[in-house]
């Protein structure tokens, strides 16, 4: 007996028809399967120009002969910087370089600096592998007295090893006047001129030119004119396409961080070098200041600094954090970083501010300035540090202070050096396993499975563009093991597929159709595809919690 089906009736010219409602709900769920396949369709399309446009800069390095490269380097520094921190990073291991871990002599440090001691070592060694311009260090602690640094692309192993193993040096020096800065500034304006009119300056060596004249990045020095008629003529001014000056510091000038290297080149100059005075010296700010900083663009602080420091590390006794008490007027509730000196190193400071109320002094770790606040009153043995901006700035400050009087007695205990030709010799061989292990699994899976193999074979070149695009755009460093890795992903991400078509091939042999036996098939495997998922998670959070060091470094 046909069971009755409710019917909905169609009104037409010809006359009326019954429509059974299973059918139509049928023909509703076919739209609603179509709709969401629009959409994942749509979506995996957007995912994949996404990965290509993330891929681009890595393919784009990988095409360049090494004189392309070198020229970039050399003539388009940030062109050079914007792309290699695009693309994909490489490890130690595949780009050469040096691993070193040094072991701190807590013994030798009185009890109460032991606690810190770790921290401020790692990060006396971050200031100093940033000034050395090492792109991604690795720097982390390791246990609680080790510090494990890996420096990728080092070409000077020995350079490298001398510079984290020498003494810190922390010393306080007055900031030279607005005057003093701004005649300097016009000095080196018209030397830098003449030199390029002349010819005795290569202006690509400079960069200037790489700055547009129609750019408004910087207000340029106060009372300097660094207009220019066109964009081939040299400036008035050139140095001022690259400085700035803040009306409320003008002692102290400003610039981008990705243009601090054509600074740098600028001021090696001999004929630029020599119009800063004996007592005088030029050195960049520690860290960007985030007052001017965005998402895109860092500025760091340059300073001009007399030559002779007032004290020195070796004068400190302490620095700590504390929080204003709510009856001091000028720093209520806000972070303070209270430095004691010796006696010694109290009566030189003494003697200094006393007579520089109102003036800056800079706090200088091994040549870059930590922090420059406003003397406010005669300072002793005691002093402070206020106009914070929060905890974790005034624990910075703590730290580089007694950064300055860690001694050092630190070993180095193990030392790998990775040379650039071993490390290409491992991306060659690694990209070889890599394709071999693909090709491999491609043909497996068209061979058993033939169509539906096919399909499986796409997907799993999705996944490893997938995997390469997060790569670069996360800015992850891929290594040796990384490859191994993705290695072992070709094989896994196939897994899926394979206990799917099985199951519905038995389901198949049972007499289902085909579109039972795929619903079968999805259903009955998903158990097993998630055990195996998870249990691969839980080994991949151990293995993150386990196998990696705890940074002890901010960057």
């Keep these: 007996m046909t069971p009755h089906l409710p019917a909905r009736t169609f009104h037409g010219f010809t ?36 990965s290509f446009w993330s891929l681009w800069p890595t393919v784009r390095m990988s095409l360049m002969d090494p004189q392309d490269r070198q020229d970039m380097q050399e003539l388009h520094p940030d062109r050079w910087r914007d792309l290699e921190d695009r693309a994909i990073q490489l490890g130690l291991d595949l780009r050469g370089g040096m691993h070193l871990v040094m072991e701190i002599d807590l013994e030798s440090l009185p009890p109460d600096a032991r606690s810190d001691a770790q921290e401020r ?27 494990i640094i890996e420096l990728a692309g080092v070409s000077n192993p020995e350079a490298a090893r001398d510079l984290v193993g020498r003494t810190a040096v922390l010393t306080y020096n007055l900031l030279k006047s607005e005057e003093i800065l ?73 610039a981008e961080e990705r243009k601090m290297a054509w600074i740098d080149s600028i001021l090696a100059l001999p004929e630029i070098a020599r119009l800063v005075p004996e007592d005088a010296t030029v050195n960049w700010a520690m860290w960007a200041d985030e007052r ?18 007032i004290v020195t590390g070796d004068d400190l006794e302490d620095a700590q954090v504390t929080i204003g008490a709510p009856s001091d007027p000028r720093a209520a509730g806000q972070p303070v970083v ?45 002093a402070r540090i206020t106009g914070i901006g929060d905890m974790d700035e005034a624990r910075n400050i703590s730290i ?13 205990v193990e030392n790998r050096t990775v040379g650039p030709s071993l490390g290409a010799d491992s991306v060659r061989s690694g990209t070889m396993s890599t394709l071999i292990g693909l090709i491999a699994v491609i043909f497996f899976m068209i061979a058993y499975y033939r169509g539906s193999g096919l399909i499986a074979d796409t997907a799993l070149f999705l996944n490893i563009l997938f995997v390469l695009a997060v790569l670069a755009g996360f800015g992850f460093t891929l290594t040796l093991p990384g490859i191994a890795g993705i290695l072992l992903t070709v094989g896994m991400a196939v897994d899926a597929n394979v206990l799917i078509y099985d199951r519905i091939k038995e389901e198949l042999r049972s007499g289902k159709t085909i579109r039972a036996a795929v619903e079968a098939g999805y259903a009955n495997a998903t158990s097993a595809i998630l055990d195996a998922n998870i249990t691969t998670l839980i080994t991949a959070l151990v293995l993150y919690q386990f196998g990696t060091g705890r940074s002890g470094v901010s960057p």
């Design 15 to 50: 006359g009326e028809c019954a429509i059974p409602a299973a059918y139509l709900s049928f023909s509703e769920a076919e739209k609603s399967v179509k709709r969401d396949n629009r959409f994942r369709i749509g979506l995996v399309i957007v995912l994949i120009i996404g």
């Design 121 to 147: 070592f790692a990060r006396i060694i971050r200031n100093r592998i940033d000034q050395y311009g090492i792109a991604e260090p690795i720097i982390q602690t390791q246990g609680r007295d080790r510090v």
């Design 182 to 254: 701004a005649d300097l500034l016009h000095r080196m304006n018209r030397t830098l001129r003449e030199g390029l009119l002349a010819g005795s300056i290569d202006r690509e060596r400079i960069g200037w030119h790489v700055v547009s004249q129609d750019e408004d990045l910087f207000s340029g020095i106060a009372g300097l004119d660094s207009t220019a008629a066109d964009s081939t003529a040299i400036p008035e001014q050139p140095l001022n396409y690259y400085l700035l000056q803040d009306p409320r510091s003008p002692e102290v000038v400003w």
């Design 292 to 309: 001017f900083s965005t998402t895109d663009v860092n500025y760091r602080e340059l300073y001009l600094l007399e030559a002779s420091p």
């Design 338 to 382: 209270n430095f004691r000196l010796n006696t010694e190193g109290g009566r030189k400071l003494m003697r200094v501010t006393r007579v520089n109320v109102g003036q800056r002094m800079a706090i200088v770790l091994d040549s870059r300035v930590a922090v420059a606040p406003v003397i406010e009153d005669a300072l002793g043995r005691d």
């Design 400 to 412: 580089t202070l007694r950064s300055g009087a860690l001694p050092a007695d630190a070993r180095i």
